[in-house]
């Protein structure tokens, strides 16, 4: 019953699968090629195409819809009208070893005046000079007869000054480090810099675009951790790390906490890990070192090691604008790289002029000035030591100092109740002024800086108002 | 416009009272000409020759057959290379031969004449060397459009003045004891001659859009910035971390573009809304001596909310009846324009920048500016300058010496177009701008171009590549209203020597035709 037939179904289907591959044989090769693509490709999308999510374009009715809808934000936000910096003191006069406010005359505590250059005799006749020589603007960058010779006399002094073989100068304080570091160190680069910079340093190494590694204030086991990281991921790569270039960024006296780099011990590394130092020395110059040659000369370290140290004119020297010191394969590279050289218009010959001359007084005074104002400074650190509720950041021999409240009674509120005080009193001092996008905001504190000519009694005069403030804001 | 001048002519202007002021409808007649062929053909055979000798040079350099000129460095060796020699290839081999042509120092006030320092190389511009001499020449390199940099006069007198009663520098920022009592008098003046509700100044131009361009715009904002904008600004949108794009210079259309495109789709990634849209331009563009379109611009800010900061660099003093800038030129409402920015160092002689608008703007920026938190306040004999320049322009004196400088740099700017374009030279640029660029396409023409005025006595800025596209090096002449009518004519007679010397002519648009003066 079953087999006969099954056996005939099997051989009808052998029959009919036979007949099936003769037929195959006797189709066109293009019918078959054709079947297979097809087969093929049904087989593809069944198993490998993902199934694609159709965006619908929007039609112009809705687009004009969304632009419609979209509302910006005010341009600026509110600003509280009570901000300090809305509330200025205006001050008329020269602002010098003493101010004159709201009719008093007080002593000046308060502003970058180290050598107490501002209002100096001498240099007001050579800016007068150079007035009447070339007029007040230059009119034009360095590169478009903007290059006044007064400019390269300046450039030459600066470099005979450092014992370097070249010198640069921009036109403005801020712009000078925040456009050199981005002139040397791109993208990938590497730069490690100590966190208590100041911001014009923050600024010039956001511009570059390079990896940041930052390393705690001062702490040279902190660099050298960093330092073998950099290390150890340099040798799974070599090839790719002889293209780095790693540089090191430190100031020579933090603007910020008052006290000195550790230089000889950042040199050692300098020449063990290969990175480059770029050293701003803002604050040192003029007043650290014998001969005020900052940092360098305190530490008796030959210069040519560090790569490039720049400063500002507008602090020790009475002037604006800022400037930089190296070797000249360094350096040259400056005038064609460094926007705010390159795409500003230069110095005004006049303060050109009067910093030419705050030079010549400091080569003439050689140790007196800078000798003076470390002993006074020293001198300074130790009666403020002797008053009791405040901390004093900062070297001794640093004549810029930050106070700071004990405990936890450090706010602002507190410190500018203290500066009101001692205004009445007769002395001007202010607290340090920050922006809250610091990358490491400093404590709030009272920013003191000595004037060389300060007398020992108006030392005296400080610490009492100093003390008489402090038992006033505590009670 | 042409009959005009003819007519004009027939005046002696030995000593100019140009009292009429020159009042014509703004046009908007720009012209680009097109780059004639043969231009740009033999521009791009100069570069590859000029890269093949920098080639082989570089190869003798490397096998030591030629000595490297140039500083060494002084780290021992080990140290990554501080430079990349390719990127230092076009200094080298380009830049170093045509060098002598830029960084002329100068030895005397930048007025409508020059001294220069005369100098000399003995090894191909790797070097210089002071002869001791000077060279006199007329000068139309400086920025200084108004004619104020003087070395004597009331201007003068009282800078001097200030310098004996306020010093040189308070040195303290601006938020803690730098203001003085010169620098509200600044700021109080710049709002009343901007006609803006008030105004702040800062001590350099481009660290005033560097340093306040982050304190507007942040994270999540939008900058749409022109292609030809100024290095400052750059600078400014990138540190503030706002998205950044880029407009076809002057094109309206592209930028209308990008706003709805910007508007609709959001941020990148995230697609939420944007917090705010800044339009940057530039009033006129130092390179190419053309002017923004600010009527469109003001249509296209209110019709989609964007702010629009205007930088007023070249333009302040220079363009407009009253000297007040593009604002004033184009006849628009400076209540539109959100940030008007400018500087000091072109117009006034002086330096540095300011910024004006409304009131709760620059309280927002006299608290979180970068500049007036952590930079010196501006010098009091600079500011002195700005003042009593300032004084003039608002006419407030009898002799309405503002105002015939105004008048005086329009003709100027005018007449010295005129005959440059009709002697055929390919001019670019608007025709009331007094930026005035014509093109010498390669660098071989440009640095030519130099040496031959400096030899006839005339100081011009030569620029190429990368200041400009790589075959468009131009001359770029910047007038003064100190010029006299003489002193252009001779610039133009020694222009149209040099232009035939160097076959420059050649602009189809305005054939040259041969000029011959009617008078002695």
């Not at chain 1, 933090?254 to 040199?267: A, F, I, K, S, W």
């Not at chain 1, 500003?344 to 002029?353: E, H, K, N, Q």
Request: proline share 4%; glycine share 6%; with cysteine.
């Amino acid at each position: 019953m079953g087999s006969p037939a099954n056996h005939d179904n099997v051989a009808s289907l052998a029959t009919d699968f036979y007949s099936l591959l003769e037929s195959f044989k006797e189709t066109p090769f293009y019918h078959l090629l054709f079947e297979i693509f097809l087969v093929l490709t049904v087989l593809w999308l069944i198993l490998f195409r993902k199934p694609r999510r159709i965006e619908k374009k929007l039609t112009e009715k809705e687009k004009q819809e969304l632009i419609d809808e979209w509302q910006p934000e005010p341009l600026v936000p509110p600003v509280d009208a009570n901000h300090p910096a809305l509330n200025v003191r205006v001050l008329d006069g020269i602002v010098g070893k003493t101010i004159e406010i709201d009719g008093k005359k007080s002593l000046n505590f308060a502003t970058f005046n180290f050598l107490n250059f501002v209002g100096n005799p001498r240099i007001t006749d050579k800016a007068i000079q150079a007035v009447q020589k070339y007029g007040v603007g230059s009119c034009g960058p360095r590169g478009f007869y903007g290059t006044i010779d007064i400019h390269l006399e300046l450039e030459e002094r600066l470099a005979h000054f450092f014992n370097c073989e070249e010198g640069i100068i921009y036109s403005y304080g801020f712009s000078t480090v925040a456009s050199i570091i981005p002139a040397y160190s791109k993208r990938n680069d590497i730069l490690f810099v100590d966190e208590g910079v100041h911001y014009a340093i923050q600024k010039g190494v956001e511009a570059s675009r390079s990896t940041v590694k930052w390393f705690r204030h001062n702490d040279i086991s902190d660099l050298e951790r960093l330092l073998v990281e950099q290390d150890i991921h340099d040798k799974k790569n070599p090839k790719k790390a002889r293209t780095l270039r790693r540089f090191l960024i430190i100031e020579g006296l933090y603007m910020n906490y008052g006290d000195l780099c550790p230089l000889p011990r950042m040199v050692e590394l300098k020449y063990q890990y290969k990175y480059r130092i770029f050293m701003d020395e803002s604050v040192s110059f003029g007043t650290i070192g014998q001969t005020g040659r900052g940092v360098t000369e305190y530490y008796n370290i030959d210069r040519r090691k560090i790569d490039l140290i720049s400063s500002s004119l507008e602090y020790s020297v009475g002037s604006i604008g800022g400037f930089a010191v190296g070797s000249s394969f360094v350096v040259d590279h400056q005038r064609l790289s460094a926007q705010g050289y390159c795409f500003s218009a230069s110095l005004p010959p006049l303060l050109a002029a009067a910093a030419i001359e705050a030079l010549n007084i400091m080569e003439e005074e050689d140790t007196t000035l800078c000798d003076t104002l470390m002993e006074k400074s020293k001198r300074l650190h130790q009666k403020l030591l002797d008053i009791k509720g405040y901390l004093i950041v900062g070297e001794d021999i640093s004549p810029l100092k930050h106070l700071r409240l004990t405990n936890s009674q450090n706010t602002v509120a507190r410190l500018e109740e203290i500066v009101e005080f001692a205004q009445t009193r007769g002395i001007t001092i202010t607290v340090a002024r920050y922006l809250n996008d610091e990358h490491r905001l400093p404590e709030p504190s009272i920013r003191l800086i000595l004037n060389v000519e300060m007398t020992d009694e108006e030392l005296e005069f400080l610490c009492t108002v100093l003390q008489e403030a402090r038992v006033k804001v505590t009670v | 416009m042409a009959k005009t001048s003819a007519h004009q002519k027939n005046r002696s202007y030995t000593n100019v009272v140009y009292a009429t002021p020159v009042s014509e409808h703004p046009s908007l007649d720009e012209v680009y000409e097109v780059t004639p062929f043969s231009e740009a053909f033999w521009t791009y055979l100069n570069y590859v020759i000029l890269n093949i000798f920098g080639w082989f040079r570089d190869l003798l350099r490397n096998a030591r057959i030629e000595n490297r000129k140039g500083s060494a460095e002084n780290n021992p060796p080990g140290f990554v290379p501080l430079y990349q020699s390719y990127e230092s290839f076009y200094t080298r081999n380009v830049y170093q031969r045509i060098a002598d042509c830029f960084n002329r120092p100068i030895g005397s006030v930048p007025g409508a004449t020059l001294d220069l320092l005369e100098r000399v190389t003995d090894d191909y511009n790797w070097s210089f060397r002071f002869t001791g001499g000077k060279v006199k020449t007329i000068n139309l390199a400086s920025y200084n459009y108004l004619g104020f940099a003087n070395n004597s006069g009331p201007i003068v007198e009282s800078v001097i003045n200030s310098i004996k009663t306020s010093g040189l520098t308070a040195a303290s920022t601006t938020q803690e004891f730098g203001t003085l009592t010169q620098h509200r008098k600044l700021e109080s003046l710049l709002a009343e001659y901007l006609g803006t509700e008030d105004a702040i100044a800062f001590g350099m131009g481009f660290a005033t859009n560097a340093l306040n361009i982050p304190t507007l715009v942040g994270k999540g904002c939008l900058i749409l910035s022109d292609e030809l904008n100024h290095a400052s600004l750059v600078l400014g949108a990138r540190l503030s971390g706002a998205v950044i794009k880029v407009y076809k210079h002057n094109d309206m259309n592209h930028l209308e573009r990008l706003l709805r495109e910007s508007i609709v789709s959001g941020q990148p990634r995230t697609h939420r809304m944007w917090k705010k849209i800044l339009i940057i331009v530039e009033g006129v563009y130092s390179m190419e001596g053309s002017l923004c379109k600010l009527p469109e611009l003001i249509e296209l800010k209110k019709k989609y909310r964007a702010y629009l900061y205007l930088d007023e660099a070249h333009s302040i003093g220079a363009m407009g009846l009253r000297g007040r800038g593009v604002v004033d030129y184009w006849k628009c409402d400076v209540n539109d324009v959100d940030i008007l920015m400018g500087t000091f160092t072109k117009s006034f002689a002086a330096a540095g920048g300011y910024i004006a608008g409304k009131k709760d703007l620059i309280d927002h920026i006299r608290v979180t500016s970068h500049s007036t938190a952590y930079a010196t306040s501006m010098s009091p004999p600079v500011v002195e300058q700005i003042v009593s320049v300032l004084n003039l322009l608002l006419d407030n004196d009898e002799e309405h010496e503002g105002r015939r400088r105004i008048n005086q740099l329009a003709w100027n700017t005018r007449y010295f177009r005129q005959r440059l374009t009709k002697m055929g030279f390919i001019v670019y640029g608007h025709p009331h701008s007094p930026v005035v660029p014509a093109l010498l396409y390669s660098p071989s023409k440009i640095a030519a171009f130099n040496r031959e005025m400096l030899k006839r006595g005339v100081a011009v800025v030569t620029v190429g590549f990368p200041a400009t596209p790589l075959v468009l090096g131009r001359v770029r002449f910047c007038l003064s209203a100190s010029h006299t009518k003489e002193m252009l004519d001779e610039v133009l007679k020694h222009a149209e020597e040099v232009g035939d010397l160097l076959n420059m002519r050649k602009s189809k648009l305005n054939p040259k035709r041969p000029f011959h003066e009617t008078e002695s």
